[in-house]
């Protein structure tokens, strides 16, 4: 193999349309016309020898091959990103500014204690002020400049003002008492559905992603409860018949904290939910923005990486 016959441009065309699954928003990111695009990502097909990104209902969905790319690509782009941020020196990291992210107590729980330490680390002048989204997209505050990043799950139909970058892709779990007679010996759908629920809902709709496969199915689950909170239905499970179904890294924490609660596999086909970080344009290429999304992509992968392993 010879490295200087290869284009490593493409690692970063790769890297981008991995990130954005969009191929209009991956070609605004990198400047480039949608045929330039075109053009890069066939002679990384080729190259690469897989489709790697075919055609959804919303944007573009990468291949098995490359997913496992992109694991092997990520320590690669983030090197390559110090690298850079070091030559070009870290005066930015010394303004004193708030930065106001909105988000969820779930993600609250897995990105800052993880983020908190390096943000002081680096920039001790800044303050970090987070906002419950309570389930929606903070459009008005992002236009305003009172929310600098919101992070939240994927959105089709942003505004041309918004940005857009997949941070994780996180499957569903369930949760339940370790003593619960349904889930010992086995796990089926006629189980789950023998059980009582606890759901999260930010909006108070209680006809989620669940119900709606449950209702394709010609089924339905009883419902103890919808609460505005993605931590505390963890806390209601032990020494009850109740089930919470939920992301994750959600269930891995609570089993850390209660050695009471087991976690498995849904009886149902649920789609993983990809989260995202959004902001406004007019922050893009404000240095310490840039490098805040770049370290909360860097600790969320890695989180993300070690729930995986």
Same mark, same amino acid.
């Given at each position: 193999?010879?490295?200087? $016959?290869? +284009?490593?441009?493409?690692?970063?065309?790769?890297? $981008?349309?991995? #990130?954005? *699954?969009?191929?209009?928003?991956?070609? !605004?990111?990198? /400047?480039?016309?949608?045929?330039? %695009?075109?053009?890069?990502?066939?002679?990384?097909?080729?190259?690469?020898? +897989?489709?790697?990104?075919?055609?959804?209902?919303?944007?573009?969905?990468?291949?098995?091959?490359?997913?496992?790319?992109?694991? !092997?690509?990520?320590?690669?782009?983030? !090197?390559?990103?110090?690298?850079?941020?070091?030559?070009?020196?870290?005066?930015?990291?010394?303004?004193?500014? /708030?930065?106001?992210?909105?988000? $969820?107590?779930?993600?609250?729980?897995?990105? *800052?204690?993880?983020?908190?330490?390096?943000?002081?680390?680096?920039?001790?002048?800044?303050?970090?002020?987070?906002?419950?989204?309570?389930?929606?997209?903070?459009?008005? @505050?992002?236009?305003?400049?009172?929310?600098?990043?919101?992070?939240?799950?994927?959105?089709?139909?942003?505004?041309?003002?918004?940005?857009? !970058?997949?941070?994780? @892709?996180?499957?569903?779990?369930?949760?339940?008492?370790?003593?619960?007679?349904?889930?010992?010996?086995?796990?089926? %759908?006629?189980?789950?559905?023998?059980?009582?629920? &606890? &759901?999260?809902?930010?909006?108070?709709?209680?006809?989620? &992603? =669940?119900?709606?496969? &449950?209702?394709? *199915?010609?089924?339905?689950?009883?419902?103890?409860?919808? *609460?505005?909170?993605?931590? =505390?239905?963890?806390?209601?499970? $032990?020494?009850?018949?109740?089930?919470?179904?939920?992301?994750? /890294?959600?269930?891995?924490?609570?089993? =850390?904290? +209660?050695?009471?609660?087991?976690?498995?596999?849904?009886?149902?086909?649920?789609?993983? =939910?990809?989260?995202?970080?959004?902001?406004? #344009?007019?922050?893009?290429?404000?240095?310490?923005?840039?490098?805040?999304?770049?370290?909360?992509?860097?600790?969320?992968?890695?989180?993300?990486?070690?729930?995986?392993?």
């Amino acid at each position: 193999m010879n490295l200087y $016959t290869k +284009d490593i441009n493409l690692l970063l065309v790769f890297h $981008t349309l991995y #990130e954005e *699954l969009n191929a209009t928003r991956a070609a !605004q990111r990198m /400047s480039l016309s949608q045929p330039a %695009l075109s053009h890069k990502l066939n002679k990384l097909r080729h190259e690469m020898g +897989d489709s790697l990104f075919v055609r959804a209902a919303r944007g573009l969905t990468a291949t098995p091959r490359a997913h496992e790319l992109a694991r !092997q690509m990520q320590p690669l782009i983030h !090197q390559l990103r110090n690298f850079y941020e070091q030559t070009e020196g870290h005066d930015y990291l010394s303004r004193t500014e /708030s930065i106001r992210i909105y988000t $969820t107590d779930y993600m609250e729980q897995a990105l *800052l204690p993880h983020l908190l330490p390096l943000v002081r680390q680096a920039a001790p002048n800044v303050t970090i002020v987070t906002q419950n989204t309570r389930g929606r997209l903070p459009r008005q @505050e992002l236009e305003t400049g009172e929310c600098d990043i919101a992070i939240a799950g994927f959105y089709s139909d942003l505004p041309d003002t918004l940005r857009q !970058q997949r941070l994780i @892709e996180e499957p569903f779990k369930v949760l339940a008492a370790r003593d619960n007679p349904h889930v010992i010996g086995g796990f089926s %759908l006629d189980d789950y559905l023998e059980c009582e629920h &606890l &759901l999260t809902t930010l909006t108070g709709d209680l006809k989620g &992603l =669940v119900d709606q496969k &449950l209702a394709e *199915l010609g089924r339905e689950r009883s419902i103890v409860a919808g *609460l505005s909170s993605f931590i =505390v239905p963890t806390r209601l499970l $032990t020494g009850t018949r109740w089930l919470l179904t939920c992301l994750r /890294s959600i269930a891995e924490q609570a089993t =850390v904290l +209660d050695d009471n609660l087991v976690i498995l596999e849904p009886p149902l086909d649920l789609p993983n =939910v990809q989260v995202m970080q959004i902001w406004h #344009e007019r922050t893009d290429a404000d240095p310490m923005r840039r490098w805040l999304r770049n370290t909360i992509q860097e600790v969320l992968q890695r989180v993300c990486r070690e729930h995986s392993s």
